[in-house]
């Protein structure tokens, strides 16, 4: 059984991805007692995912990982995206919820097999570009740690010379870091963020990220040459939306010559698929109500920037304001423009959470928590691809007794 620490745990996604791919978690450390609650909520209704998780609430660097018994083989989480959201005040290295350097040193202290941490696209804009490629030197190298005094300019200086070096002494760890878009892995939301993986040195191991599964183009096919999506969800002929005017052309020859196109990915998921069975909250209140986290709220406005998600595509990134739900986001559109904010149950279809985890809290409060979650459904990805290079470590060392240990 593969082991891992899990930081900045949150409502539980990232977490449960990697219990899903076989991880059993040592600690999970989560500051927000709301985020807790809904994990501890979940614990005494006995939810498989997280029922054994040892929890514990407070800031990530008062926890004493020395104190956890065994060799770990993954330290896992997202840091507060905060300091790098394209809505927050983007303040990276300035902002106190910085939580990279704290990663890094519970890196250092418990020197795990590999790491994987999350965290918001705006990570990768131009004004981060220093400080980020600072982060990654700092996970590189975990061991070189900033010596008092030592601005992070400096430091960031000196690891570049240490790496310009060649010197791979002491605790290293090759490090990848890559913008997936959940979409791409069966995610029904247009949710870009950056996932940063390391494997330690000594183990050798090369590693890249998984190769995306699902495609815009495969949703197109399904929707306007061969009618597989409409018919899957009895939409008539009447009702289902035309091909927008640049696909126009591309299906007309295809449909022209009978082919699909050599795209062997499967379809995007749409907001329609992750709803399918859920009755409308609205229209359907009695029926709804007896589903937990499923309750219609009243007064969406959409404007310009906050304008919902359409039905029949992945719905726009889960957004996670400070007092809950921004404006016109988090929100459906039907067809004929009309609209309504997702209930949290839906929300939580969208991040792939299973519909048995209930969350704790009143609805903006559970949808803070959603919008900052990292979707299972992508965790579990990135989480196995991750455990399947330790366990063929494992088998080539148990084969060759000779090689380096862990």
Partial sequence: MLNSVELFAGAGGLGMGLSLAGFEHRAVVEWDRWACDTIRENQRRGHP?????????????????MGLRDPIDVVAGGPPCQPFSL???????????????????????????????????????????TYFGYVLLRLEFPELVRETGETWQSHQRRLQRHKTSGSRSGLCYNVVFQLLNAADYGVPQ??????????????????????????????????????????????????????????????SALRQRNLRPTDERRAWRTVRDALAGLPDPEKEPEASAVIRDHRFQPGVRFYKGHTGSPLDLPAKTLKAGDHGVPGGE??????????????????????TFPDAYVFHGA??????????????????????????????????ALANPGSPSA
């Avoid at 815009?216 to 005017?245: I, N």
Wanted: proline share 4%; net charge positive.
């Fill in 190 to 251: 247009l949710r870009e963020r950056v996932f940063i993986v390391g494997f330690r040195d000594d183990l050798g191991i090369r590693w890249s990220f998984p190769k995306s599964t699902h495609s815009r183009e495969a949703l197109a096919a399904e929707k306007w040459l061969t009618g597989e999506y409409w018919d899957r969800h009895r939409v008539s002929k009447r009702e289902r939306d035309a091909p927008p005017a640049s696909l126009a052309g591309k299906l």
């Fill in 49 to 65: 995912l997280v029922a054994d998780w040892p929890l514990h609430e407070g800031d990530v660097r008062a926890f004493d990982y």
């Fill in 330 to 351: 988090n929100a459906l559109v039907r067809p004929d423009g009309s609209g309504r904010y997702f209930t949290a149950r839906e929300a939580a279809r969208l991040q």
């Fill in 363 to 396: 609805w903006s409060e559970v949808m803070r928590q959603l919008g900052n979650a990292v979707p299972v459904a992508l965790a579990h990805v990135v989480g196995a691809s991750v455990a399947r290079k330790l366990t063929e470590w494992d088998f080539a």
């Fill in 87 to 129: 809505g927050g005040k983007h303040g990276a290295h300035k902002d106190e919820r910085d939580m990279f350097p704290a990663a890094v040193e519970v890196v250092r202290q418990l020197r795990p097999r590999a790491f994987i941490f999350e965290n918001v696209k705006g990570l990768l804009r131009e004004s981060f570009a």
